[in-house]
């Protein structure tokens, strides 16, 4: 079993960044892959980064790419999602998600724990 609590959502304007963080409890958390999702008003969550269990392998959707970066601490169990020159349409909660093996996950299905989310707004 493993919990994911997600942090560092808030208010910013576009341009602006935000620092995400998802600790997760329980053990092995350098055996899972993790991932960041979002979800728009009205919309599918969708992918977002992800990253292997050791940190080697990231990847990102093409909407984010060289704006947001996705590392992981396993001594403190903990993944971030630095976002960059955030736009409006940035607007969303970001999920945190967990899923055991190798790899790199970019489908919804591909991850067996998530996190209850944080909110992003980006306005002006």
Known sequence: QVQLVESGGGS?????????????????????????????PGKEREFVAAISSSGGTTSYAAFVKARFTMSRDNAKNTVYLQMNMLKPED??????????????????????????????????
């Open 12 to 40: 910013v304007q576009p341009g602006g960044s935000l620092r995400l963080s998802c600790a997760a409890s329980g053990r092995s958390f350098s055996s899972y892959r993790m991932g960041w999702f979002r979800q728009a």
């Open 91 to 124: 607007t969303a909660v970001y999920y945190c998600a967990a899923g055991f093996g190798a790899g790199v996950g970019l489908e919804r299905g591909e991850y067996d724990y998530w996190g209850q989310g944080t909110q992003v707004t980006v306005s002006s």
